[in-house]
Nanobody
């Protein structure tokens, strides 16, 4: 069992930056691929970024590529999402998720989820 707790999000102006973190419980964090997803009002949850468990390779949704960076610190059981050049369309609840020893982009493939944190970007 893994528990995930996201850091507090916030309200930022367009063009600004914000870093989210997600702390995982347990001693097997390094064996989970970690992902960030987001869900805007009235929309389905969508993939944002993922970092692979065994080689730290990263993958991004086209909408955030070049602006967001996912990283992890296994010693701290933490995954990060650095968000730069934020746009109003990035406004959503952001979730971190864990997937056991595999890579994927679909929410259904993730085993554990945080409760989410609100990120709002004003124009």
């Amino acid at each position: 069992q893994v528990q995930l707790v996201e850091s507090e999000g916030g309200l930022v102006q367009a063009g600004g930056s914000l870093r989210l973190s997600c702390l995982a419980s347990g001693r097997t964090f390094s064996r989970y691929s970690m992902g960030w997803f987001r869900q805007a009002p009235g929309k389905e949850r969508e993939f944002v970024a993922t970092i692979n468990w065994n080689d730290d390779s990263t993958y991004y949704a086209d909408a955030v590529k070049g602006r967001f960076t996912i990283s992890r610190d296994n010693a701290k059981n933490t995954v990060y999402l650095q968000m730069n050049s934020l746009k109003p369309e990035d406004t959503a609840v952001y979730y971190c998720a864990a997937r056991w020893r595999s890579r994927g982009y679909a929410p259904s493939g993730y085993d554990y989820w945080g409760r989410g944190t609100q990120v709002s970007v004003s124009s």
